[in-house]
């Protein structure tokens, strides 16, 4: 990575004047972000992050000094030009030739793998992670939450793989509880076994929303109760029926899902652990954690005084399982299974309680493991509607995407020349969904907008999308020309030493956002890549420039091109070569 070798570089020089190991220095070295207003040095050691009175107290003005003195003591060398001193810290920057020539090189030659080889990820082990996420509700609606979870795991997935973890993605479906009694009861009355097959989301749907209507009346209600009551005593037709809402629900998911670019390694669901549900409450009985109500019900005290301020309901009164039940056993059962070293949850913040008693009650039932489990939650979605009204279904949200880009593509004066508008509009369209959701933390709410998630220019997917597409047909129209016949040294402009800088921090973003599982590190600078990338398209013109500079332009647009692409296909973005 060629970053890594800068730091080696310049913490070997200052392992020797501050006496410390290069490898404690390495991580303290970082790329300076690009200014669009003033030329700053290539990298930048804190002297806080090497100080032994790196205290709060110790003041900005003692900082100033250390770096001023530090500076003085370090030379210049055959990779640093310049060492200076800024507040609090010390500046570097690299010869010119040699930053383009190791930059340029490195990208090209390490391709999809630039940045996750860095020296930053040396020390991390690689492990497997199980993430749980999208999980919808069979018959119910696939909210904006569920497509939320959805993009959100199916980035920590590809930020896993990318980094050489195995991962496990599992789809934890809503397929079982009193519901299921009802909708079974509704099928018998208002159900079509065609509509069943065409379109199961819908039609299942529909049924239950009949249905519930009618489950004020006591005779539904008493018929709910025994169709899932069969349902656990797994009488074969009751089971048949049910069988077939999750398969065919599964089937059309996976169909979805595709157009969304998400798999699944195994679609689970809460069907899977009604028997093993009973094992958790003997489990909890037998520890001498499952106490019992005056009205019956059976729960775990959480508190730290054991005075009940804080508890957790496992078990209805007339002794059957709850939602948490059934996640406790789901949690064992994963790591019987796959002897996982992480598991991820990604849901709503609305459900932090949820996990927190999840991990505290696996505690309690000794299982050291609880603490290796993470909930990744994300905030709630205002005013996401389609035309037709409130989101319902998943592919509501995918064909107005769709419809919405076509239109847009339809304006411009490019489409025409598009083999596949249809795909292209649904790629560029989920860009533009995927970049106005990563854009702030996770944690926060946000409120949704077509209008300005369909914006050509500015921070969206669609300029991230066209920059991609320019970028790639620039290279389509003068040919991928080899590393080793380009001559690198003469991109001295600075719109081209700000791409190289910027090319210089991949690997940092790439380490932040798989320590806080945070997207937001790379949508930033996908962004900041794309504006440099369009900047210096202008200014630095491969079309009539001398042959060996025009070689060595496209050899910069080439290597922007592919990083640009590697954190696209990370995010979950699908790259477009036309636009």
């Given amino acids: ?58 003041l900005a003005q003692d900082l100033n000094l250390q770096a001023q003195k530090l500076a003085e003591r370090l030379k210049c060398d055959a990779v640093v030009s310049e060492i200076s001193a800024g507040p609090g810290t010390v500046n570097f920057t690299i010869h010119r030739e040699l930053l383009a020539k190791t930059v340029l090189q490195q990208v090209l030659k390490d391709g999809s793998e630039y940045g996750v080889k860095s020296e930053l990820f040396s020390t991390v082990p690689r492990q497997k992670a199980v993430i749980e996420f999208s999980s919808p509700n069979i018959a119910k609606k696939f909210h904006i939450g569920h497509l939320r979870s959805t993009i959100v795991g199916n980035f920590i997935a590809n930020l896993k793989v990318a980094l050489g973890h195995e991962v496990i993605r599992i789809n934890y479906l809503g397929d ?6 009802l909708l079974g009861v509704g ?16 039609h299942l749907f529909e049924v239950y929303v009949q249905i519930n209507k009618a489950a004020e009346d006591e005779n539904t209600k008493k018929l709910a109760k025994d169709f899932f009551r069969k349902l656990e005593e797994h009488d074969e037709q009751t089971l048949s029926l049910w069988k077939q809402f999750r398969d065919f629900s599964i089937e059309e998911y996976i169909r979805i899902y595709k157009r969304l670019g998400v798999d699944f390694d195994e679609y689970s669901g809460e069907s899977f652990y009604p028997e093993k549900s009973r094992e958790v409450l003997k489990m909890l009985e037998d520890k001498g954690l499952l106490q019992k109500t005056t009205t019956g019900t059976g729960i ?30 789901a949690a ?24 927190q008693h999840l991990f505290q009650i696996l505690k309690l039932m000794g299982y050291d493991w609880a603490e290796r489990c993470q909930h990744v939650s994300f905030g709630r979605v205002q005013g996401m509607k389609t035309r037709r009204g409130e989101v319902i279904f998943l592919e509501d949200v995918l064909n107005e995407v769709r419809s919405r880009m076509l239109q847009n593509m339809a304006s411009a004066k490019t489409t025409k020349e598009i083999e596949d508008p249809m795909e292209t509009a649904e790629k560029v369209g989920l860009a533009a969904l995927i970049i106005q959701d990563f854009r702030g933390l996770l944690s926060s709410d946000y409120q949704f907008s077509w209008d300005r998630a369909f914006q050509s220019r500015g921070d969206t997917g669609v300029f991230l999308q066209y920059t991609h597409a320019r970028l790639h047909s620039l290279e389509q129209m003068h040919g991928n020309e080899h590393l080793t016949d380009v001559n690198v040294a003469c991109l001295q402009e600075p719109d081209a030493i700000s791409v ?6 991949y690997d940092e973003v790439l380490y932040r956002s798989s320590q806080d599982l945070q997207p937001k590190h790379i949508v930033s600078y996908l962004l900041m890549l794309s504006h440099l990338a369009a900047v210096a398209h202008k200014t630095l013109p491969v079309k009539g420039s001398a042959p060996e500079l025009a070689q060595a332009r496209l050899c910069l647009f080439q290597a922007a091109r592919s990083v640009l692409t590697n954190g696209m296909k990370l995010l979950g973005i699908t790259p477009v070569t036309q636009m």
Avoid at 12 to 31: G, R, T
Avoid at 176 to 181: I, K
Avoid at 302 to 321: C, I, Q
Avoid at 500 to 505: G, I, M, N
């Fill in 332 to 355: 064992i059962d994963r790591m019987n299974k796959h002897s996982w070293d992480t598991m991820i949850y990604v849901t709503d913040k609305s459900q932090s309680n949820h996990f």
């Fill in 187 to 202: 099928f018998q009355r208002f159900g079509n076994k065609d509509k069943l097959k065409s379109s199961p989301l819908q």
């Fill in 300 to 329: 775990v005290d959480l508190s730290e005084k054991k005075d009940l301020s804080s508890f957790s309901t496992v078990m209805r009164s007339d002794g059957t399982s709850l939602y948490i039940t059934r996640d406790l056993a």
């Fill in 1 to 58: 990575m060629a970053g890594c070798s800068f730091r080696r570089s310049i913490a070997s020089q200052l392992s020797k004047v501050l006496d410390l190991p290069p490898e404690n220095l390495i991580k303290s070295i970082s790329a300076v972000p690009v200014s669009k207003k003033r030329h700053v040095a290539d990298f930048q050691l804190s002297i806080a992050s090497v100080t032994e009175d790196s205290s709060r107290d110790c």
């Fill in 500 to 505: 190289l800088q910027h090319l210089l921090r």
């Fill in 176 to 181: 079982w509880g009193m519901q299921f009694g």
